[in-house]
């Protein structure tokens, strides 16, 4: 009976093992526009990394950073990324922060990833975080404008910087004041 459970906690161990194996090494498709499995279900987000680099195609930007590709990209970002990712004047929303994992703030944390992982994740999405898949909705020129004005998000030229209205908020207005009745 002893061989019998050491034979079962090996076999387990073997199974969870490779298991892990397979998620760490970027076999299972995260993409927010694939049904997952019930497997994935289980042991899903320590794949994401994994799973970008061995899907992420390596290309070069075809939508060059000149003023009127950032106005498209912000205005893009603006209509479709805006109201989850931030925009200059409220870049730390809390809806961003009722996500799990946290939605990221480019406004105050720019992304780090290559342009061609920040385009695979647009298009795509992602599992388990909120992150739609756009390939539905989004052409791929416009994808790639979204991820050319991300890549300047910290460098923008004015006429980028106006498609989300002035620098400064405007103050709140006086609170007006009823009027007194006047007797009759």
């Known amino acids: 009976m002893r061989n019998f459970a050491l034979g079962m906690l090996f076999a387990l161990a073997v199974l969870l093992g490779g ?10 498709n995260l993409s927010a526009d694939q049904k997952p499995g019930a497997m994935e279900d289980h042991f899903a987000m320590t794949a994401v990394d994994a799973s970008l680099e061995r899907r992420v ?3 070069a930007n075809p939508v060059a950073a000149t003023d009127d590709n950032l106005v498209a990209g912000a205005r893009l970002y603006l209509d479709h990324c805006a109201g989850c990712h931030g925009v200059p ?3 730390d929303s809390s809806f961003a922060r009722s996500f799990y994992p946290p939605v990221p703030e480019f406004f105050s944390d720019p992304p780090d ?8 994740i647009i298009q795509h999405g992602v599992r388990w975080t909120g992150m739609p898949a756009w390939n539905g909705t989004l052409t791929e020129p416009q994808i790639w404008q979204i991820v050319t004005f991300l890549s300047h998000i910290q460098k923008l030229p004015p006429a980028v910087q106006s498609v989300f209205g002035p620098e400064t908020p405007t103050p709140p207005a006086m609170p007006m004041t009823m009027p007194m009745p006047m007797p009759h």
């Open 19 to 28: 298991g892990y194996w397979v998620l760490k090494r970027g076999y299972v």
């Open 57 to 59: 195609i390596q290309r």
């Open 89 to 91: 004047l409220n870049p």
């Open 113 to 120: 990833m290559s342009e061609n992982q920040n385009f695979y």
